[in-house]
């Protein structure tokens, strides 16, 4: 273990291939379980953004220039740096973002297989050897960087959600800005800049200041940043692509899900009730990946409901630092009252608690709601915390047409006795992912990542994938003697 954050109170820095103090002063670290003050970070403001990108946009050709097998290596360091020091960064999750600790090195897994994943495509062939109309020219189509990335990400899953593009964004030869969201700062920036500092990645290829709004815009509209890889609220992804759209930046935006979980009327509903338990109310439901939707068929909705009601009324909730709980804090007091704003909406329209609908402090008692219909809020909008809402529908048909109802497209999942059968109703949703018999928290590192509608453009990350996502194609050709013309 090299102890990577020291237990430092970070105030007033931000990371600008060093840590310096940041214009826009400082904002207190707080844990959401119980108020505690653990430290502060740098809150940048337009200009640390603008020197940032500059100080990134001279770094990036000479980081472009190393040889794949040198800037693999960074990646590989960085990996068995984070291995060493999962135990100190687990911490950090649990305590500034609310994470039960099975949770937080899951998620410490997954970004060790993003550095893993990403560490292999330095090495990969970048190119093709072209056909060509003209004798004596080679022609060759290859890829390059596209420069500098900037990265905007959220609170929920703060490591990997940043690292997913973090990650091979450098691989590939570009410089990054990362903008963390301010309330997981630490764990969502601080330990990458830790991370990359001690695996030797050059000066002013990647920068870490957090902030809100200012330094958001300012990163999506600024002149050298290529693209923005943003993951957040619909809403404010939409401000996002309209930014950096004039200027014609590329926009990768993974953004909110209302995602269905179909039970069909063969499934196994001990199983089927544990991937709806397991999909709603997985770190408080604070997910984009959450089961927003039960779409149950009515054959067997009473004994889904009475199993999946079972399961959430016996979920510990608390403190995820000091008791061993299955639920803890959501992130802040606007998530507890929108959630709970939600619930009771969507009671007063009709719909029944069958437990839960409660809170104490920011801590949401797991929640299971009867009688939704497409009409109530529960059904229509994002919850963000550990809400079930159960929809009974009378047929297959009726559950794709449910299922589709909604702006979003990100994953859905079916559970079923036949694997065919939840096939055939999988090439009827309008979504990027699906999962039969599973739930639908997903995330392999080198499969494709993302969905359509009001989810996101297409965001795709993945080992193949992020070629595309993060180099452009240039079309060279060359001649050993150089050709007259008519003119």
């Not at 050059?202 to 943003?230: K, N, T, Y």
């Not at 995330?443 to 992020?466: C, H, I, K, V």
């Amino acid at each position: 273990m090299t102890d990577l954050l020291g237990g430092e109170t970070w105030s007033g820095k931000i990371f600008d291939g060093n840590w310096v103090t940041a214009s826009g002063g400082s904002i207190k670290v707080t844990e959401p379980a119980t108020g505690a003050v653990l430290g502060e970070i740098g809150a940048a403001d337009a200009s640390d953004i603008d020197r940032a990108a500059r100080r990134a946009a001279a770094a990036q050709p000479g980081w472009a220039a190393r040889t794949g097998h040198a800037r693999a290596d960074v990646l590989r360091k960085a990996a068995m740096t984070l291995d060493a020091n999962r135990a100190e960064v687990e911490r950090w999750l649990i305590r500034e973002g609310g994470a039960v600790p099975g949770k937080a090195a899951f998620e410490v897994d997954l970004v060790l297989s993003e550095l893993w994943e990403a560490s292999a495509l330095p090495t990969q062939p970048w190119g093709h050897l072209l056909p060509t109309s003209q004798e004596g020219r080679v022609s060759i189509g290859r890829r390059v960087p596209l420069g500098v990335v900037g990265v905007i990400s959220p609170w929920n899953f703060p490591l990997v959600l940043a690292m997913r593009a973090v990650t091979p964004a450098l691989a590939l030869g570009n410089a990054v800005v990362l903008k963390p969201d301010v309330q997981t700062a630490i764990s969502g920036g601080v330990v990458i800049a830790q991370l990359f500092a001690a695996a030797g990645l050059p000066e002013g290829v990647l920068h870490v200041l957090a902030g809100d709004a200012e330094p958001g815009q300012a990163l999506s509209e600024h002149p050298v940043v290529s693209l923005i890889s943003f993951t957040g609220s619909t809403s404010v992804g939409r401000q996002v692509g309209a930014t950096a759209g004039r200027t014609l930046k590329r926009v990768s935006l993974e953004l909110g899900g209302n995602n269905a979980l179909i039970v069909l009327d063969d499934a196994d509903l001990d199983a089927a009730s544990s991937a709806g338990a397991w999909g709603s109310f997985l770190h408080q439901g604070q997910v984009c990946m959450t089961a927003g939707r039960h779409i149950v068929l009515e054959s067997v909705a009473d004994q889904y409901l009475e199993k999946l009601t079972a399961r959430a009324a016996n979920l510990p909730v608390g403190d995820p630092n000091t008791g061993q709980v299955a639920l803890g804090p959501l992130i802040n007091e606007h998530q507890i009252a929108n959630v709970d704003r939600i619930v009771q909406a969507t009671r007063d329209a009709g719909a029944e608690i069958r437990t839960g609908g409660t809170f104490e402090g920011l801590f949401y008692r797991p929640t299971v709601l009867a009688g939704v219909t497409p009409s109530m809020p529960a059904f229509q909008e994002e919850i963000f915390g550990p809400v079930a809402p159960v929809v009974v529908v009378k047929d297959e048909a009726e559950a794709i047409a449910v299922a589709n109802d909604t702006e979003y497209g990100l994953v859905a999942a079916i559970q079923t006795g036949s694997v065919e059968r939840g096939e055939r109703l999988a090439d009827q949703l309008r979504t990027g992912m699906v999962h039969i018999n599973d739930q639908t928290l997903n995330n392999d590192a080198y499969a494709p990542f993302g969905g359509t509608g009001a989810s996101g453009n297409g965001t795709r990350f993945g080992t193949q994938s992020s070629w595309d996502e993060f180099t452009q194609w240039q079309w060279r050709t060359s001649r050993s003697v150089a050709q007259q013309f008519p003119f």
